[in-house]
């Protein structure tokens, strides 16, 4: 399914009240926030051998792109909040 059938009411309520851009980033951040979620509950599970309490490698490493990501988005709607 599309995101934009799938996310469709999301998409119409963020639009309105933010315009097309921002109400579409917005909708990304909260895509972005669900994923993080989820692999941090993943984290929880598959903790690293060498450092107590950490999640392993590959799970910093996803949850630091998707931090990232969401800085980035972030900007832009900043950015974006400054033209208007």
């Known amino acids: 399914m599309p995101v934009f059938d799938e996310k469709q009411e ?3 309520r963020y ?6 851009p921002r109400g579409r980033l917005a909708v990304t951040m909260d895509v972005i926030t669900d994923a993080m979620a989820l692999v941090g509950q993943h984290g929880v599970y598959c903790q690293s051998q060498r450092w107590a309490g950490k999640p392993v490698m590959d799970i910093q490493i996803v949850m630091k792109q998707l931090t990232d990501a969401k800085e980035l988005i972030q900007s832009v709607m900043a950015e974006l909040g400054k033209a208007a």
């Not at 639009?15 to 097309?20: A, D, I, N, R």
């Open 10 to 12: 999301e998409l119409e």
């Open 15 to 20: 639009e309105t009240m933010m315009g097309v």
